[in-house]
């Protein structure tokens, strides 16, 4: 991964700690959309740092996909012209779709995941992964939405962790990023998965 693109991410979600929490994977995503050919390679991208805003906070930010687009939005994103939850099975599940226009346009489905540890209340992952090609169909059906991506398999992490004091008092927010993404050179990126 380039300077450029470690830079922008350690500018926009660590140094400033700014409310652009999400924009870790987007930017990363958008990075390589422009590409006119895929061939077969896994992009793995991890990041963490800290974060003086609550958990909850954190995870609300993550899970506003609606107000995450180009032009128009709360949260600016290079390159995704909408962002939006397709249905919502419960607070902790929901699936959400995306649509980006770089120099190519993708416009996918996304199935996301709270998981809240009860041995560790401190703790919340999001997860975020492509749906299975059955949950794919039935959401095409469903939305009338397409699914066209330049990945096989997708899967982010977001782990959000509050830290303490030796005294038991809140210090910060620990936000940890992990992201993979597969390429594969038998896919064409112009057809739906």
């Known amino acids: 991964m380039s300077q450029t693109i470690s830079q922008t991410i350690n500018d926009i979600l660590f140094i400033k700690k700014s409310n652009y929490l999400f924009s870790l994977g987007i930017l990363f995503l958008c990075q390589f ?5 895929v061939q077969a390679k896994v992009f793995t991208i991890n990041k963490s740092g800290d974060s003086q805003l609550n958990k909850e906070t954190v995870k609300e930010i993550i899970l506003d ?5 180009e032009n128009g939005c709360k949260y600016k994103l290079t390159a995704v012209k909408e962002n939006k939850k397709v249905e919502i099975v ?4 929901i699936f959400i779709w995306t649509y980006v226009d770089n120099i190519k346009a993708y416009k996918y489905f996304s199935y996301v995941e709270v998981i809240e540890n009860a041995a560790n209340k401190n703790k919340i992952i999001i997860r975020n992964s492509y749906p299975s090609s059955n949950e794919v169909k039935r959401l095409k059906n469903i939305y009338r939405l ?8 997708a899967e982010t992490l977001w782990t959000i962790e509050e830290k303490f004091d030796h005294n038991g008092n809140w210090s910060h927010t620990a936000v940890d990023y992990s992201g993979s993404f597969n390429a594969s050179a038998a896919m064409s990126i112009f057809e739906g998965i």
């Open 33 to 37: 959309l422009f590409l006119s050919t």
């Open 65 to 69: 996909y609606e107000n995450y687009c």
């Open 90 to 93: 419960d607070p902790n599940h």
């Open 146 to 153: 397409p699914h066209s991506t330049p990945f096989i398999t």
